[in-house]
């Protein structure tokens, strides 16, 4: 398998236009806790998981994990995905937005939102949990 994903990104929300466009809102990377545990009410995940090959074509077990600095799995959600040849930008993709809700940090450090295809690692996006720097306004 040889997947290209040329975007995984956390944000606030995802809008889905008529044109087939998506307006991404409040794309980060970094998070601001004053204490821990601290929690993440609700964001989204969007991703553009690409099949290069006739290999990673058809039905495949996906799923995005949060996971802690430590690899411990944090939250999970996924399913099946199925590539299929459609001549688009790739032989094959799928743009994928998953709403995640009461997400919980319980350390500071380098958190990964990471996917996973049958089970192999295909791409992370880090997430740094941080305490606010001096003057941060909530």
């Given at each position: 398998m040889a997947y290209k994903v040329p975007y995984l990104i956390l944000a606030d929300a995802v809008h889905k236009m008529q044109n087939g466009k998506l307006n991404i809102v409040g794309i980060?990377?970094?998070?601001?806790?004053?204490?821990?545990?601290?929690?993440?009410?609700?964001?989204?995940?969007?991703?553009?998981?690409?099949?290069?090959?006739d290999d990673d074509l058809g039905q495949h077990a996906a799923s995005f994990r949060i996971e802690s600095p430590g690899r411990e799995t944090l939250a999970e959600i996924g399913g099946d995905m199925?590539?299929?040849?459609?001549?688009?930008?790739?032989?094959?993709?799928?743009?994928?937005?998953?709403?995640?809700?009461?997400?919980?940090?319980?350390?500071?450090?380098?958190?990964?939102?990471?996917?996973?295809?049958?089970?192999?690692?295909?791409?992370?996006?880090?997430?740094?949990?941080?305490?606010?720097?001096?003057?941060?306004q909530d």
């Open positions: 980060f990377d970094r998070l601001f806790f004053r204490n821990l545990p601290g929690a993440l009410a609700e964001c989204v995940i969007v991703a553009l998981i690409a099949a290069t090959g199925r590539f299929e040849a459609t001549g688009v930008t790739y032989l094959g993709q799928i743009r994928a937005v998953i709403q995640m809700r009461n997400l919980v940090f319980r350390e500071y450090g380098r958190h990964r939102v990471t996917l996973y295809i049958d089970d192999e690692e295909v791409a992370f996006c880090p997430i740094s949990v941080e305490e606010p720097p001096e003057g941060f």
